[in-house]
């Protein structure tokens, strides 16, 4: 479809102090340290509709139209000012949370911000999701940056229900390849989420996902984030519940797993049997740009076990175990109480909330887990749903 | 850029299960996307039942009645929200081909004054919209099973719907069951509302 496009006039209103009140303050708080990064969203609300979105925890599906918080500079300034934020080491994630960064009315801002980080001189990996249309315009100015290590993630889900998706899959396979022909500076992974048994995993979806996978520089596969505020919108809207429990994490049952790997090995390929199929985000992200994984996953083994060969010495040569003296030392620092360990798999922290345990993470490039939510063996970052309880090791 | 006090109206009209509501919701977000507020109104036919109005091939010139008006006061409310498009769904003149299908259906006549009045009616409110869709009903395509629809009822309604259209010689476009039609649909839409509307 070739889709007109508004004139670039007038930039983005910005919300009234008063509106920004009324947000959710999670919502109006424009920085939030996650896994991937240091995610900065200073433009929320979103057409796109979404079933599964995570805006429903935050309150704010019923916002269709983007406006800002505040503007582009004022964004630059408080993610490079942050107390976590370091020059050329934290992962960026750029409107992740609330809107859609490649929305027509979105994407000037986008740009702006980008540009800005870039004259700054950051090497940063920055990562923008999207599931929108992305055209070989867009590809020139992504590639124009010239510090940043910029890779673009399009989710794909291939859900057919409308009113659980009723963005047309098309879209985003249209970008991932538009994406993915134009690349010079910048890498594209496949976002293939979220997967769902019954609903997108038959032969015709993985194989859809497998042709998808290659016009992307690496693959990354998850489930469904499924919280209450989420099985309340499937509920209120007459929606098949694709699970009876919620969880904290995202579902992702063991044979749907098993499916998709299945589906994907090709043995004789002997040093990456299974492509550039990764389990986590950073993995996928890491591979696309020749490094090791900036998570430090590579301390959890079994997340290893499809990765390839390369990659693998990759991870396992920048993979090391900080001295516990000065890990220590540091938690302390950011308010860590109780014993601190070192594994073989991850730093253990007591009292640290998950900003400063990602900030050790990525600091460190080695895993920080928190005592009190342990990661069992095979379950890391996974719901237990789906899953037959092991007695594996624990953290 | 042309500013103007009232929204832009878009409005679609056409029988059941022939994809307006689909073609809507893909209008409105492509507006949004680009920053545009939006505003749908519909579920008319629905709420009418809900008030024990009759439905569907049982329409009388009350229900007829209530929908264009009711219709009326859903766009305007939509207006004063402060919505830069309204997205109707189902066009005031959708109601008198519904009427005139379920006439035919029961072999009845309207009274030729009471038919004038309607007809007054619903022509009142299309000096106001700014595209109006025909969605053209395609045998071949199965209609959703969550509908116990009378075929024939739907086809006269289809009938009805088009002649109309032709018969008062009303500016609109007809959307086909092809894709490509659809798109052409939002393409002609967008471009209406991206030159006028306050983006």
Avoid at chain 1, 38 to 48: A, F, H, Q, R, T
Avoid at chain 1, 298 to 305: D, F, N, S
Avoid at chain 2, 133 to 150: E, I
Wanted: net charge neutral.
């Amino acid at each position: 479809m070739n889709v007109p496009v508004a004139p670039h006039g007038r930039a983005l209103p910005i919300l009234s102090p008063q509106k920004i009140r009324g947000l959710k303050p999670s919502l109006a708080d424009v920085i939030e340290y996650r896994k991937s990064g240091l995610s900065l969203n200073w433009i929320v609300g979103c057409p796109l509709e979404c079933g599964y979105c995570v805006r429903h925890l935050f309150d704010n599906f019923e916002m269709k139209v983007p406006r800002r918080l505040m503007s582009d500079e004022e964004a630059v300034a408080s993610l490079v000012h942050h107390r976590y934020f370091e020059p050329h080491r934290t992962p960026i994630q750029l409107l992740n949370r609330a809107t859609d960064p490649m929305l027509p009315v979105v994407k000037p801002h986008l740009v702006n911000v980008l540009r800005h980080l870039d004259n700054q001189g950051l090497t940063n990996h920055v990562l923008i999701i999207t599931r929108w249309r992305v055209e070989p315009e867009d590809c020139a100015v992504l590639n124009s940056f010239k510090n940043l290590r910029l890779t673009v993630l399009v989710t794909h889900s291939a859900i057919d229900n409308e009113r659980i998706e009723p963005v047309d899959s098309n879209i985003a396979a249209t970008s991932l390849r538009t994406l993915f022909d134009h690349a010079e500076r910048y890498r594209t992974v496949l976002y293939w989420r979220p997967i769902v048994p019954g609903l997108n995993d038959t032969d015709a979806h993985l194989e859809r996902a497998r042709e998808l996978s290659a016009h992307a520089h690496a693959t990354v596969f998850t489930g469904l984030f499924f919280r209450k505020e989420i099985a309340a919108y499937y509920e209120a809207h007459g929606l098949p519940l694709p699970y009876e429990d919620t969880a904290r994490r995202k579902i992702m049952p063991q044979a749907a797993e098993k499916r998709i790997l299945d589906y994907f090995h090709t043995p004789e390929h002997l040093t990456a049997p299974w492509g550039a199929l990764f389990r986590k985000t950073s993995c996928a992200v890491a591979y696309a740009h020749g490094e090791a994984d900036y998570n430090g996953h590579y301390g959890i083994r079994e997340l290893c076990t499809i990765c390839p060969q390369e990659q693998l010495a990759l991870c396992r040569s920048a993979w090391r175990k900080p001295d516990l003296a000065e890990v220590t030392e540091r938690a302390r620092e950011l308010g860590a109480t109780g014993t601190v360990e070192v594994t073989e798999r991850a730093i253990i922290v007591e009292g640290l909330d998950e900003p400063p345990r990602y900030y050790l993470q990525h600091g460190y490039g080695y895993q920080c887990h928190d005592r009190a939510k342990p990661h069992h063996h095979r379950q890391h970052g996974r719901a237990p749903i789906g899953w037959k309880a092991e007695n594996g090791t624990t953290a | 850029m042309v500013t103007r006090n009232r929204p832009i109206r878009i409005g679609v009209l056409g029988t059941h299960s022939t994809g307006k509501t689909t073609l809507l919701k893909r209008i409105e977000m492509e507006l949004r996307a680009q920053g545009v507020t939006v505003a749908r109104t519909g579920r008319l036919a629905k709420r009418a039942a809900s008030i024990g109005l009759p439905k569907m091939q049982h329409h009388t010139s009350a229900s007829t009645e209530w929908i264009i008006t009711q219709g009326i006061a859903d766009q305007l409310a939509a207006a004063a929200q402060g919505a830069d498009v309204v997205l109707v769904d189902r066009a005031s003149l959708d109601a008198l081909a519904y009427l005139h299908a379920a006439l035919e259906y029961r072999s009845e006549r309207l009274d030729r004054l009471e038919n004038e009045r309607l007809r007054i009616l619903a022509a009142t409110q299309l000096p106001q919209y700014d595209l109006l869709l025909a969605s053209v009903l395609d045998p071949r395509v199965p209609v959703d099973t969550g509908h116990d629809y009378d075929a024939r009822y739907r086809l006269l309604v289809d009938r009805h719907v088009h002649g109309l259209l032709e018969e008062e010689q009303i500016p609109h476009q007809r959307v086909t069951s092809d894709p490509a039609s659809h798109n052409h649909a939002i393409e002609r839409a967008l471009r209406i509302c991206l030159q006028e509307a306050p983006v």
